[in-house]
Every structure is written in structure tokens, then in C-alpha cells.
């Protein structure tokens, strides 16, 4: 589906023609016109939207802080959810007592998205080392990373995150000429869809990186509360074991880095649209600044119930039980198939399925089972297959009764 072709009347940015259509809209159009066998009840596993209760904490705090809906919120929230995310920062990540600074180093978003794609605006200048910027991403990819990249006039890079390179970018193989050029890299970590958790080394790598070549490093940190064995290591935690500073680079624990954290999967909340960045104050005092044009700021008792989940960790607990069940649920039918595997986190399982569209089309006629191809996450590079083309995503958010009979659902249709 392309957009209308506006003729010679180019009233628009024409660099929105560069976007493909979202995931979900090629999926809609893949899938219209195949209806799913009658007695087959749909099991929708394409889109990852936590399908927990979400907690009581929500309603109790919108009710407690209903008075405040009339307030236009401050763009950079309130001191209550700082020091909620702050601490929360310091007790997940063992930051070191003082060294993060709440009130300098977040930053309340109405979900993580729209701040990943507005990020783009803050990062991209209009020429790095003489050439169009660069913006790396994962391939595959979050959707928006794209769309920011294009939009903000850079080029963006896809780095092979396969099997291979152990589904994270190979950092290694980056080149000095596209570092030079280099203006902000998402890094996703655990990734979307393959569920990889970046290690401490590596993260060191990526920090020295952004350092030494001078561009943002936004880490994605959505699924980090969404682990199946051990927490995964986080930017900010890295950082603050490294030497703070030096010559060829900015000062500070957290120069260069941003870090995007959600309470859509961490608190199955993904319609209370809330998340936040932390990291380099000097950044993040630009980035409000940016925002305080853009943004309209999350309602005051939107604040107030995030900062609540921020604060509990019993709620999270439960959905990672629930999430481990789901997984068992789904290995006893897809051990040893498709290349599955547990993954460090997240709730997806990236299967390889020869053609993923066609297995896509053939879940839905033949069991009302509705997932996403792998092509529609990923881009090929020049001269390459679209490495996603064999794969398909299933998202694990329907509970582990749902998921064991559909993921053997999908083992039979799929041979
Ligand atoms: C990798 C990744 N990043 C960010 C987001 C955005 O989440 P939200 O806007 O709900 O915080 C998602 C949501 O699916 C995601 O998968």
C-alpha cells in the first residue's frame, strides 16, 4: 500500500515517502481476504501487547490523583517520579550511592516510541565529517528507528544481528569511515525479536564507541524486566564502572549515553503510555528543550501511578512467572524445531520457518493463528536476501494454556 502520489503539489515532506508501510499494516494486507477456518478461534500472537492484568497500583493512584487532570503537566515531570525512577535506576542497575543524579537525568515519556523517534531530531546534525549522518540500527529492528532515521534526513545503517553475530550488531565490523559519520546507534537490548541480552563487554564496547566517535548511543532497554534466568546488564550499570572521562571525550559516568525503559511490558500497562530516558544530563537537557516544543507531558496522575510501579517489584515478579510458564508452555512442542531457543528475554520467539510469509498466511487459513513474518522487521542490505524473509515472530502474551495449544498448533500446520 504507497501513499497517494501528490503529483507535482509536494505540500509534504517527502521523506515520509521513504517509509515503508508499519509492520502491522503489511500484515493486515497480507492477511486480508484469508479468513481462518471456521471452528478455529483466533489466537492473535503478532503484536507484542502484554496480555496480563495489569496492576491494581494503576487504578488505586489515577483515582487518589484524579484531582490533577485539570493541570497541564510539566515536561519534565515531577520530583516524585525522578526520585522513583532513580531509585529504581540504582537498584536494578547497583548503581554506585550518588553518582546518578535523578533530578539532572530523567525524563518522563508518553511510551518509549514516540521518545526513540523524537530522539532522532536531537542527534542528527545536518552533516557528520562532511557526509550524511548515519544511524545504526539492529536488523532486525523496532519499526521507529527507521522512521526517525529517514526523518531526520540520515542514512540508515542495518547491522546483521544473526545467529552468527549471536542476533546483537557485530561491533567489529563497523567501519572507522561509518563511525566518523555516525550520529546516534539504537542498540536494543534484550532485542527485539530475538530476545539476545547485550553483555557487559559488549556494552563497554558500544560506550567506548559512541565516545571515541562522538555520537549517541540510545539503548532500548524495554525488555529488560522481562528475563527468563539473570537480569540483564544494563547501560547505565556498565557505565558506572568505567573511568569517567577523558581526553578524547566528554566527562561524566554517563557522556553519551541514553537508556529507554517501559512500563508496557514491565507492568503489562502498555495503554498507560509510560516510560522514561535516563542518562547524560547534557543530553537530557536538550532533549527537554526539544520536548518542551513537542511534547505535551504526561498527565500528573499518570506520573503519579508510574512512579508507584516504578516502586514495586512484586507485580513484576508475577509477570516473569507468568512469562517462564509461557515459555516451558511453548519448548514442549517447538524444542528442536524452526531453531527455536530460550531466549535471554523478552517475550518472542523468532522462528525459522523456510518462507515467513507463507507460513504467516498458512497460521492464519489453517488455524486462526496470527503472527509476524520476519521480513517485515528487518531490511536487506545492497545486494543481499532480506535476511528475515525465513522467519517469522511470535509474540508469547496470551497465557501458557493458550500458547501451549497454539504453539502445537503451529508445529502440525508447519510440519
Ligand atoms: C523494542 C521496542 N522498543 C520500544 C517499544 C515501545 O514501547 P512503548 O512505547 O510502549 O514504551 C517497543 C514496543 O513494542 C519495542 O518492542
Redesign the pocket.
Known sequence: MSLPDLGTFALVNDRLDRLSDYPFTRLAALLSGVTPRANAEPIMMS???PQHQPPAIIDETLRANAHLWGKYPPVGGTPEFREAVGAWLARRYALPDGLFDAEKSVLP????????FLLALLAVPPSKAGRQPAVLMPNPF?A?YEGAALLAGAEPVFLPSTRETGFLPDLDALTPELLERTALFYL?TP??PQGAAADAAYLERAIGLARRYGFILAV?E??AEIYLDKPPVGALQVASGLNHGGPDHKTGPWANILV??????RSSA?GL???FVAGDPELMSRFTRLRSYSNAGMPLPVLAASAALWRDEAHVEENRALYRAKFDAAEASLKGRYGYYRPDG?FFLWLEVGDGEEATRRLWAEGGIRVLPGAYLTRSNPGEANPGAPFIRIALVNDAETVAHACSTIARILG
Do not use: Q
Open positions: 503484536v507484542g501487547e515519556v508518553s511510551g518509549t516510541r514516540e521518545a526513540l523496532y521507529p536494543c532485542a527485539n532500548d524495554c525488555y529507554f525503559h517501559s512500563l508496557s511490558k502498555a503510555r509510560s516510560g523478552g
